[in-house]
Structures are given as C-alpha cells and as structure tokens.
C-alpha cells in the first residue's frame, strides 16, 4: 500500500495510474484533480487541432505516448479509494464528454449489468468552463476553452466558496524549456488548480492527481498547505514536477 503521509510532505510516484491507485488504501482521498490523457481528435485528421500541436497527434488522435487509457480503467478506482461526500474534478473535450460522464455515473461492470445490478457511481453536479483565453484554429468555431467535469462521491457537500463562478477565465500560459518549446503541452495553470482545491477540501486534507503532468496540482497544494499524492508515468515529466513542486 501507498503510505499516506500525516506531514505535508508531497507524495511524488513515478509509475504506472492503475497500478499505483490499486495501492492507495480505500476511503482514504479527500479530492481529486486530474487531467487525464485522452483523445484530441474523433481520428486520426489533426486538422482540427491547429498549430504546433498537430504535428504531435498520431493516428488515434493522441498527442502523448502513454495516453492508451480509457476512463472506463480508472474511474472506479478514484470511486474506491475517494471519502463519502468528497468531490472530483477531471478535465475533458467535447470527443470524450459523453463518454466520461457515462463511465463515471454508472460504474456497473457488464456482468454487473447482466445480473441486473441498479446502476451505482459518482454524482454529476456540473460542467465548469476553464476559458483559457487564446483560440485554436479549426475547421468550424474555433476552440477556446475546456470541460471541467465535477463529481462528488456519495453525500452532498457543498463547495467552501458558493459564490465562484462556473466559467473560470484563467490564460493559458505553459512554461517553455530553454529551448523554447513547451515543458508540457497540456500543462494546467496552478491559479486554475488552487480555485479547485481551495472549493473542495480543506487544510492538510489529501489530494490526489493520478495523471500529475508536470506537476501544477501539486505546486497548489503546496500553497494551501494540502497534502499531495502525484502519480507520473512519464520520467521526464515526473522529474520536472518533483524539481517543481520540492524545490
């Protein structure tokens, strides 16, 4: 098992999600905040995608290496291991939104379903907006913001500050190597993160970011005195984040 610390040290785990949150004991996670991996395209055309980050999509409309995950893998996992009343944030596109709000409110296996089992899982509450500022070229409206998918597991709690707004315009600005080219390309923005930690736990609380990135829900949990548990598959972006958030 993941040992969860009692100090606010950072969790920093550089390995596979399913097979790190298999570790995680249950009930044991106040939140999650992730951006999961997930499909840019309907196919493999990048057209719609614009810029420099058509070049890096491949044939499945992936843009990274190891996104050959579907949420069906791990949604019920975050159910298992996430505290009654607790709440998830998990980002998406327009390609992948039915698909994930279906997968995660109803967790039924298909044998499960056979046998007639009533559906159980996460409750939708709503689709926030992160309106990121800058436009994506396309061949129809162009792209400007991201679905913000926010779940709670089992009793209603509300969020410590009713009055944000569901539309969260925050730029979207990646830090850039010393080549010039982005760190990440789907680096969130650690102002974005702290909005969604600050509504949803509270000090010392423990939040989990099994697709950690380079790191920018950790560095907020940093800030708001939150624990952290990061889960990096990718070895170059796990060592960014871990001189991000420990330095």
Not at 128 to 143: A, H, R, T
Not at 214 to 233: M, N, P, W, Y
């Amino acid at each position: 098992m993941i040992k969860i610390n009692t100090s606010p040290l950072p969790n920093l785990i550089c390995g596979e999600c399913l097979t790190e949150l298999s570790k995680i004991p249950n009930e044991s996670i106040d939140l999650i905040v992730t951006d999961p991996p997930y499909k840019i395209t309907s196919r493999g055309n990048a057209g719609n995608s614009g810029g420099m980050l058509q070049k890096k999509i491949n044939m499945r409309g992936q843009v990274f290496k190891h996104n050959n995950i579907d949420c069906s893998e791990y949604a019920s996992e975050f159910y298992r291991i996430l505290k009654d009343g607790s709440h998830c944030y998990v980002m998406t596109n327009h390609i992948n939104l039915i698909h994930m709000l279906n997968t995660f409110t109803d967790l039924r296996t298909e044998e499960e379903k056979d046998n007639g089992v009533k559906p159980y899982g996460f409750h939708f509450i709503k689709s926030l907006i992160w309106d990121k500022g800058n436009k994506i070229m396309g061949q129809f409206y162009m792209s400007q913001f991201e679905y913000i998918l926010f779940f709670r597991k089992g009793r209603g709690v509300r969020i410590n500050h009713c009055g944000t707004s569901d539309i969260l315009s925050i730029p979207n600005i990646k830090l850039k190597g010393i080549d010039g080219k982005n760190l990440h390309d789907t680096e969130k923005p650690v102002k974005l993160m702290k909005i969604l930690i600050d509504n949803s736990s509270q000090q010392n609380g423990i939040v989990l970011d099994p697709f950690m990135g380079i790191g920018s829900t950790g560095i907020a949990c940093k800030e708001l005195d939150r624990q952290f548990i990061g889960i990096e598959i990718d070895q170059q972006y796990y060592n960014i984040a871990q001189e991000r958030i420990k330095g």
